[in-house]
């Protein structure tokens, strides 16, 4: 059993940043690919950034350039850096493994004025 604890949510300014965190527990993920995945009120969940186990990123042409994924395998840490925050990004934000069907509580990202 994998369990996926999000945090770092908040209400913020368009503009600004926040920095994410994940902790997995359960299964030791430096294997592993890993992404970070946001749902927003209406619309389905999305895929904005995916890490492979040798550190290759992919991004959401959305998120291009303002996000950052990364990753501390001694940690077992899923981070993403926002910035340049629009309020398209609001959304709850995921992290996921991408081999198991687990998902997170997730954390709450609201850009407004």
């Known amino acids: 059993q994998v369990q996926l604890v999000e945090s770092g949510g908040a209400l913020v300014q368009p503009g600004g940043s926040l920095s994410l965190s994940c902790v997995a527990t359960?299964?030791?993920?430096?294997?592993?690919?890993l992404g970070w995945f946001r749902q927003a009120p209406g619309k389905q969940r999305e895929s904005v950034a995916t890490?492979?186990?040798?550190?290759?990123?992919n991004y959401v042409d959305s998120v291009k350039g303002r996000f950052t994924i990364s990753r501390d395998n001694g940690k077992n840490t899923i981070f993403l850096q926002m910035n340049s925050l629009k309020p398209e990004d609001t959304a709850v934000y995921y992290c996921k493994i991408l081999r198991f069907p687990f998902w997170g509580q997730g954390t709450q990202v609201t850009v407004s004025s």
């Open positions: 890490i492979s186990r040798d550190s290759i990123t």
């Open positions: 359960g299964r030791d993920f430096s294997a592993y690919a």
